[in-house]
């Protein structure tokens, strides 16, 4: 299964400002997923990536807040804009092949203040 | 649209006492992982079952998928410290089984006092 690097663990951001987090893969990956579990909550995902292609979003969220990059077939970035206290929450990357077991980044914690 | 419900949401067990966590689903399910969560952090992997009446053990952990496919339960055996966390079952949404997209229980925090 893919080993995941995601950064960066934790931030603590001003509200109005943008925070970009990266997930490199250490192998080459079709699609990358990406989800926001806000506090005492589970997993929600945000957006599938796919390598060459815009990322294609889940209902409630849109391009603008959580614009998505997916340069490569192992890296993507997820920036979360224009940050709001709502917007604190973990957001975690994932990929997954097929009916291998889907492995998820370390996440990072934000805090909007 | 397919949803997972957790049982029980939170867990206190004396340290050496064995537990149950329950995930039932609205639909049959293709395919059922089981992750466990420290508090902010990521998910680490547990285990995946994906046939009916599937039992799989790592440690003193066992999870198994029903015949029915519609519910499974993990199982921890002579719970320690080192097992407090937040366990989440998820599952791949129909029609998405080779695509990655999963849905997710509420989890379920577990506290073991030593």
């Known amino acids: 299964s893919a080993v995941i690097s995601q950064k960066p663990s934790r931030d603590i951001c001003q509200r109005g400002t943008s925070l970009t987090i990266q997930c490199q893969v250490d192998?080459?990956?079709?699609?990358m997923f990406w989800y926001r579990q806000q506090p005492g909550q589970s997993l929600t995902l945000i957006a599938t990536?796919?390598?060459?292609?815009?990322?294609?979003?889940e209902s409630g969220f849109v391009i603008d807040k959580f614009p998505i990059s997916r340069p490569n077939l192992t890296f993507s970035t997820l920036t979360v804009s224009n940050m709001s206290p709502e917007d604190s929450s973990i957001y975690l990357c994932?990929?997954?092949?097929?009916?291998?077991?889907?492995?998820f980044g370390s996440g990072t914690r934000l805090t909007v203040v | 649209s397919q949803e997972l419900e957790q049982s029980p949401q939170s867990l206190i067990v004396q340290e050496g006492k064995n537990l149950t966590i329950n995930c039932t689903s609205s639909?049959?399910?293709?395919?059922l992982y089981w992750y466990k969560q420290k508090y902010g952090e990521g998910l680490i992997f547990l285990m995946m079952?994906?046939?009916?009446?599937e039992e799989k053990s790592h440690e003193k952990i066992t999870a198994k998928l029903d015949e029915k496919k519609q519910q499974s339960s993990l199982h921890i055996t002579a719970s320690q410290p080192s097992h407090a966390g937040i366990y989440l079952c998820?599952?791949?949404?129909?029609?998405?089984?080779?695509?990655?997209?999963?849905?997710f229980g509420q989890g379920t925090t577990l506290q073991v006092k030593p």
């Open positions: 994932s990929v997954g092949k097929g009916r291998e077991r889907y492995t």
């Open positions: 998820g599952a791949p949404t129909l029609g998405s089984s080779n695509t990655g997209k999963l849905i």
């Open positions: 639909k049959t399910l293709y395919g």
């Open positions: 192998s080459q990956v079709t699609m």
């Open positions: 990536a796919n390598q060459g292609s815009e990322a294609t979003y």
């Open positions: 079952l994906q046939k009916g009446g």
